[in-house]
């Protein structure tokens, strides 16, 4: 975010006399990580996790630290979290005989050591420790890990929804107006005549990247990107299963068949072809494993080739849900980026396409 009185003007929040940012017009950056650790530390300190099952005690205590970054930024209205943060959690155990009598008692860490905007749909990883490695210190552990990993991560994707509807800002961005001008006290001037319509030049685009919406609830995405090669080629990389692991660095299944299916990224994406002309064109329908139940979008790949040696392929991806399963209202921007970074500028590199 720019500061007043640096950097290109463009994007400067300049002060008014109000003190106000219209409609959240501007870039506005509010810092969450206390309001972060305030909310875990009521999430996750004093959960009960067994309470007698077993023979066996098992509560969290407390919220030991908190570190990194979080934030909320907000564009013309847009809620833009972002976050890279550690937690460790404290927890205490106790096992008892059939009688009652206290046979151990532990204290231990819950740790997860990074939780990221970039992986919102995914639970983060989480490690536990017990400061008693004995049998009956394992079983402790082992009952804590069970039984307390689920809760755990169901209270941190709590404050993962939490922060894609705004965090801190939520409140204010629902209950603050827009501010109204004030009435003029000039007297009434007479209409003036009605000038001309004019008619502007159409705007020439550029880009070759744009997410419009469509219905209610969904986004689309259409890119154009050149590559150096023949289009049968580029066609082939990404309905080979095996050039497709070897340039995401993950696992896939790919049918080449229409009405076959796909899985690919280890299975985060899955999917079904509904057309295929080699060489030319690519429909399938595509689904991520963070969408919300039976929700599908369309991909369409239409590959051109101007001249000998270079492709053209126009992407159109529709029907992208604007939220997933979590909350997050990044689904779309997130989607591009995949599309861009993850597969076609690694094909770039790894293929030697680039232009």
Known sequence: MARYGEGDKRW?????????NVHNWHWAETNCLEWSRTLFSSLLSNLTILDGEGNLFIKTTSLRSLDGEAYINIRKGKIIPGYEISLTLNWHGEAKDSNGASLLQVDGAVEIPYISDENADEDPELRITVNDEGPVGKRIKDAMLSKGKPLILEKVRVWV??????GPVKDELEKKPAPSPSPSPSPARP????SPPTTAAPKKETSTSTKKKEKKGVKSISMTERFNCRAKDLYEILMDENRWKGFTQSNARISKEVGGEFSIFDGSVTGTNLELQEGKLI??????????DGVQSTVRLVFEEPETGVTVVKLTHSDVPEEDRYGNATVAENTERGWRDLIFQRIRAVFGFGI
């Open 12 to 20: 400067i929040v300049e002060d008014r006399p109000d003190g106000t």
């Open 283 to 292: 429909v399938q329908k595509w689904r991520f494993g963070s969408w919300n």
């Open 191 to 194: 209409a003036p005549s009605p």
């Open 161 to 166: 929804q939490s922060m894609a509807r705004g």
